[in-house]
Structures are given as structure tokens and as C-alpha cells.
């Protein structure tokens, strides 16, 4: 039973936020009420991964593949195509996985919620999807058995584009040394050569563990009866389990007590051999504490904001590198922060250069302090942030679950995968 934890107005975002909590297996239903014609929802799962084999993003596609209520081919596919939805997605971060649509229609968000129910908690997982999804071999020639074998497999072609990029190399470097005891040090995409590692049974075994409802959160927005929803959760999921005692979570990463300095390596692009990264990054609080998160975007807004803002306009005036590192901000969708600055386009032995410039200019500000009309604006940009309406892509509902999914356990989006 779905029993009222705390229900609170956010006149901010225009909702009435109701917070649900089941009395038997422990998972939260965040309604968020408002007068939008548009009605979404969203289930998220915990999805921790121990390895770089992109379990959780290859289980993320297989149970799309058809379920116990829909043994049909793809039924996901199949209702983008066939119902009014006006968004239809899934998604793989770094430590969570969700199923979000949205819908003007009320009988299509039934039909919706139905299949993405049945879909993440029943999925028929057949090995021949995995192979389709993960991973398998194939002849170069399909009518010719005595031509060369190829890896073929749609997330394992999918990251083999996605880590092509530098910037995705750099990231998943960096994490892999910044968040060394915990999750994120893994590539929850997939890193192509360690997806050849997965195997059916694991990926079974993961679901069985990952999708329970015990680990779940269901999101609704919208003129939507959560009374209802619950109803129908509880008889068409919760009534097929038993509450799970499995605690899955992210645990605080080990703090170091000195600076690492770290060299790796990419393949560079023809003719492009000498454009190196340097990088340095700190791991700061948890991103669910609103006060530090908060805080902490308006100290990297006023220190990047614009061209004006000191280390922005520090890194865009030396020589030592050719522009910013597309690392360089606030990077708040792990539980806890992280702060990088950086150039790319660096000569070769230069980074303690780099490194100088970048630490003197935080010791200036430290020392001269900052204007107060830097700071009112970079206030004013928060405020103007937090009170625009706009989905970037998807429905402003499904955007807030994105949102609160992320700080709920605590992608830029080099962590995180959609379909």
C-alpha cells in the first residue's frame, strides 16, 4: 500500500509535489500534480555496474525487446509508431536507468503505461535479443561461410562511435581515477572490448537483482490520478514479487589526501598528434544536498559563466592550449560533484603550465574576492534558469524526472545513454 510521505507546493515549477512511499516494498512514487494537459510518467531502476561491460545499457535495450503481457517483436517500437505519445525514450546514466513517456491522450497513457510496466519488470530477455543487442559474430559475407568473422551487435556499434570521441575517452579517464572505489570509475555504456566479456546469464542475473521493485521509482506529472496509477502498479507488478531487504546504492567515494597527477593515453586524428588535454578536476560534496548544490553553480557561474568571468577568461587568453576542455564546469549528475577546468590543444609537456595558470587564478580569487555585480549576476542567471520552462528536447515533465533521478541516488551527457 502507497502510504503519503510529504506533499508540497513548488510555485517555482507551477506543481504540487506528492510524495508516496509503499509500505511493504519501500519504493517511492513522486507525483508531481499540475494543469498540464500533458501526462507523463517514468519508472527508474538503481543500475549499479562493476565492470566496463555496458550490462546496464544493454539491458536497457534487451527489455524492449518484447515481454510477458507483449511476446510481440519490439512492442516499444511498435507504440512510438502507433500511439499519440509525444515522447517515448529510455535511458542509461552512470548509476540509474529510466523509462520515461508522455502523452496528451488518457487512453494512450494507459496503453503506455502497460507496456513499459510489463516491459521493464517482465521482459522476456531471449538470448537471441541479447545477441542482437549485445554482442555476436557474423561473416563479412552473409551467403559466404568462408568470409571473416565480424563483431556486430547494436550497443556494442553504438559505443564503439561513442568512445571514437576524445572528449568521451577524457571523461571516462578522468573518472576512472577521480571516483576510484565506486561505480563511476566503470563506463556504464559500454566500453566496446570489455562488452565482448557479457554474457547472457549476466545480464539475467542483473535485471533479477536491478529491475525489482523494492529498488523502483515511479514518477507521474500532470492532471493525473496517483491514486490510480498505484492501483494499477500494485496489480499488474508488486502483486508478482516479494519485498526485497537488498539495499542497491552508491556509496561515498574514498577521499585521497594529496593530488594525483595522471597521464593517459588516445588515438589522435590524422595530423592532429599534438593536441593534448590537461585537465584537473575536484571531487566536492553530494549533489543531493540542495544549499552545496546550489552553491556550488553559482561559484561555477561566476567563474565560467562568460568571457568576463576570471578563470573563463584566464583559460581563453593564454597561449598554453587552443580553447576550453569541453570537461571544464560543474558536472553534478554523480552523487557526488565535480569541478574540472582544463584547455585542449596543449603542447606536449606543458601541463604543469596549465596547471600554474589554473590554480593562480583560483588563489586571485580567493585573495581580491568578487564583485558584487558579478555576483547578483550570476544570480540572476540561476533564477532565470530554475523558472524557465522548457524540456530541451523532451517534455517538460519528463524532464524533471531526468532531473530528479539524477539526484535521487545522485549524464553531462558523455555518462549517459539514451536509446
Not at 589522435?268 to 552553491?295: A, F, I, Q, T
Request: glycine letters at 6%; charged letters at 20%; hydrophobic letters at 35%.
Amino acid at each position: 500500500m502507497f502510504e503519503i510521505q510529504n506533499t508540497k507546493e513548488i510555485p517555482l515549477l507551477r506543481v504540487n509535489a506528492h510524495v508516496f512511499k509503499h509500505s511493504g516494498f519501500g519504493c517511492t512514487h513522486l507525483h508531481l500534480d499540475c494543469d498540464s494537459t500533458e501526462k507523463a510518467f517514468a519508472v527508474a531502476f538503481r543500475t549499479i555496474p562493476k565492470d566496463h561491460s555496458g550490462i546496464a545499457h544493454i539491458l536497457e535495450h534487451t527489455v524492449l525487446c518484447g515481454s510477458k503481457k507483449y511476446p510481440v517483436r519490439d512492442p516499444f517500437f511498435m507504440m512510438i509508431r502507433r500511439s499519440l505519445n509525444t515522447f517515448m525514450n529510455a535511458f542509461t546514466s552512470s548509476d540509474w536507468t529510466a523509462y520515461p513517456f508522455a502523452t496528451l491522450n488518457d487512453k494512450d497513457f494507459k496503453n503506455l503505461l502497460s507496456v513499459y510496466l510489463d516491459s521493464s519488470f517482465f521482459p522476456n530477455l531471449d538470448e537471441l535479443d541479447f545477441l542482437q543487442e549485445g554482442h555476436r559474430l557474423e561473416f563479412s559475407e552473409d551467403s559466404n561461410t568462408k568470409s571473416d568473422l565480424e563483431i556486430k551487435g547494436v550497443v556494442y556499434n553504438e559505443m564503439k562511435g561513442a568512445m571514437s570521441s576524445i572528449s568521451s575517452q577524457l571523461w571516462h579517464g578522468l573518472s576512472k581515477h577521480l571516483y576510484s572505489s565506486s561505480t563511476y570509475k566503470h563506463n556504464s555504456g559500454g566500453n566496446p572490448e570489455n562488452i565482448l566479456d557479457l554474457t547472457h546469464e549476466y545480464l539475467v542475473d542483473f535485471h533479477q537483482k536491478h529491475y525489482h521493485p523494492s529498488n523502483a521509482t515511479f514518477f507521474t506529472f500532470g492532471n493525473v490520478d496517483p491514486t490510480e496509477i498505484q492501483e494499477f502498479i500494485n496489480e499488474n507488478v508488486l502483486k508478482s514479487f516479494q519485498p526485497s531487504s537488498e539495499t542497491i546504492s552508491v556509496k561515498n567515494e574514498n577521499r585521497i589526501t594529496e593530488p594525483k597527477t595522471i597521464t593517459e593515453y588516445y588515438n589522435p586524428m590524422p595530423e592532429d598528434e599534438n593536441n593534448h588535454h590537461v585537465v584537473l578536476s575536484w571531487l566536492l560534496g553530494e549533489s543531493h544536498n540542495p544549499v552545496e548544490l546550489l552553491e556550488s553553480y553559482l561559484v561555477s557561474n561566476i567563474l565560467l559563466d562568460n568571457s568576463a568571468s576570471p578563470l573563463r577568461k584566464t583559460l581563453e587568453n593564454t597561449d598554453l592550449g587552443k580553447s576550453l576542455s569541453p570537461l571544464t564546469g560543474l558536472e553534478a549528475d554523480h552523487k557526488e560533484l565535480v569541478f574540472a577546468a582544463g584547455l585542449e590543444g596543449v603542447d606536449s609537456n606543458k601541463q604543469l603550465e596549465v596547471e600554474e595558470l589554473i590554480l593562480n587564478c583560483l588563489k586571485n580569487v580567493v585573495s581580491n574576492g568578487i564583485s558584487k555585480e558579478l555576483v547578483q549576476s550570476s544570480l540572476h542567471q540561476l533564477e532565470i534558469k530554475q523558472r524557465e520552462i522548457t524540456g530541451s528536447g523532451m517534455p517538460y515533465g519528463c524532464l524533471l524526472y531526468t532531473s530528479d533521478a539524477a539526484d535521487e541516488r545522485s549524464s553531462v551527457d558523455l555518462g549517459g545513454r539514451r536509446i
